[in-house]
């Protein structure tokens, strides 16, 4: 039976902080209303359009339709390397199982929206160390994980076909493109996003605890 490779997502499935960046659109708009004196009002349609957007994608996306000029070295990155260097936490069952999958020899990546150096930041503190083959984000692959090249990157890097691998995420449009190339999709509910995953995912989990047990139980994903 071969083995399979796995593809991690890391904000809310790997790592809670989910909750970090629902806040983080207040904490760039804060920090440049004090850099600069300009205030930036957000309506909740917005907000909700700019949680499903990258960090570059969510600055570029208040710079365009605010008049505004906040920078990622100015205005972000002392919150983003504060959080991800000393307060972001695993998320329960996280480490038992990346360090089981990773002792039984599958190939195992991240493919996330953050900013690769902040997510090595990120998965070193919460306990991960070395057990990734690499880090995939929108700074490499362009369109991140709404289209289908970063999953097709991921796989060849991971020496394993589409139908050989299995993606662990809790966001649905990440299964939905994934689930395009013939993927298996593992959905994994966070509390904070709250996505309805049932009808894109093969299966659903509340916790990576509950894949853990599966993937002992079963001997696959």
């Given at each position: 039976m071969k083995k399979q490779g796995?593809?991690?997502?890391?904000?809310?499935?790997?790592i809670d902080s989910m909750a970090f960046w629902r806040k983080i659109r207040f904490?760039?708009?804060e920090a440049y209303r004090e850099r600069?004196?300009?205030?930036?009002?957000?309506?909740?349609?917005?907000?909700?359009?700019i949680e499903?957007?990258?960090l570059s994608g969510a600055l570029r996306y208040i710079n365009e339709h605010h008049h505004a000029r906040i920078t990622y070295n100015d205005d972000v990155k002392s919150a983003l390397l504060q959080f991800y260097t000393?307060?972001?936490?695993?998320?329960?069952?996280?480490?038992?199982?990346?360090?089981?999958?990773?002792?039984?020899?599958?190939?195992l990546c991240v493919v996330t929206a953050t900013p690769r150096e902040l997510a090595q930041k990120a998965l070193e503190h919460a306990g991960f160390g070395l057990s990734f083959k690499f880090i995939l984000t929108p700074e490499q692959v362009k369109g991140g994980k709404f289209h289908k090249p970063?999953?097709?990157?991921?796989?060849l890097r991971l020496f394993k076909r589409p139908k050989n691998t299995v993606l662990i995420d809790?966001?649905?449009y990440a299964h939905y493109t994934a689930s395009k190339l013939k993927i298996r999709c593992i959905g994994v509910h966070d509390c904070d996003r709250n996505d309805s995953l049932e009808d894109v995912t093969d299966c659903c989990f509340?916790?990576?605890?509950?894949?853990?047990a599966y993937y002992k139980k079963n001997g696959r994903l």
């Amino acid at each position: 039976m071969k083995k399979q490779g796995v593809i991690f997502d890391m904000d809310g499935t790997l790592i809670d902080s989910m909750a970090f960046w629902r806040k983080i659109r207040f904490y760039m708009c804060e920090a440049y209303r004090e850099r600069t004196g300009q205030e930036i009002l957000l309506s909740e349609e917005e907000v909700q359009k700019i949680e499903r957007l990258s960090l570059s994608g969510a600055l570029r996306y208040i710079n365009e339709h605010h008049h505004a000029r906040i920078t990622y070295n100015d205005d972000v990155k002392s919150a983003l390397l504060q959080f991800y260097t000393g307060e972001c936490r695993p998320k329960p069952g996280a480490v038992a199982l990346v360090k089981r999958l990773k002792k039984d020899g599958l190939p195992l990546c991240v493919v996330t929206a953050t900013p690769r150096e902040l997510a090595q930041k990120a998965l070193e503190h919460a306990g991960f160390g070395l057990s990734f083959k690499f880090i995939l984000t929108p700074e490499q692959v362009k369109g991140g994980k709404f289209h289908k090249p970063i999953f097709k990157v991921a796989c060849l890097r991971l020496f394993k076909r589409p139908k050989n691998t299995v993606l662990i995420d809790d966001a649905a449009y990440a299964h939905y493109t994934a689930s395009k190339l013939k993927i298996r999709c593992i959905g994994v509910h966070d509390c904070d996003r709250n996505d309805s995953l049932e009808d894109v995912t093969d299966c659903c989990f509340d916790s990576l605890k509950e894949v853990l047990a599966y993937y002992k139980k079963n001997g696959r994903l």
